[in-house]
């Protein structure tokens, strides 16, 4: 059974620097496309950065240069580090993968197959 987990979220000032991380368990990870994907309330979710498994990457616009997102195969883990953080980028973050074998660098949610339960991140003025 495919399990997605995520850790890292918390409450920082505007300007702040947060990592989040997810573990992905049940799968063979590098087998797999993952993305962080976020969504804040009474709007759309919304992909914020992915990674395939060759480590190319897609982001919003709305995160390029702040965020970065990396992965371990060797540890089952992809991480989000987020910099330069605005209050606009307060939402639930979701880890998400892709079933095996799919490739891709998409946004969209449609993608991905495995999502974790989400981390809170609130950023505030």
């Known amino acids: 059974q495919v399990q997605v987990v995520e850790s890292g979220g918390d409450s920082v000032q505007t300007g702040g620097s947060l990592r989040l991380s997810c573990t992905a368990s049940?799968?063979?990870?590098?087998?797999?496309?993952m993305a962080w994907f976020r969504q804040a309330p009474g709007k759309e979710r919304e992909g914020v950065a992915i990674?395939?498994?060759?480590?190319?990457?897609n982001y919003a616009d709305s995160v390029k240069g702040r965020f970065n997102i990396s992965r371990d195969n060797a540890k089952n883990e992809v991480y989000l580090k987020m910099n330069i953080l605005k209050p606009e980028d307060t939402a639930m973050y979701y880890c998400?993968?892709?079933?095996?074998?799919?490739?891709?660098?998409?946004?969209?949610?449609?993608?991905?197959?495995?999502w974790g339960q989400g981390t809170q991140v609130t950023v505030s003025s």
């Open positions: 990674i395939d498994h060759f480590g190319f990457t």
């Open positions: 049940g799968l063979q990870f590098d087998d797999h496309s």
């Open positions: 998400a993968a892709t079933r095996s074998y799919y490739y891709t660098t998409s946004r969209d949610a449609k993608e991905f197959d495995y």
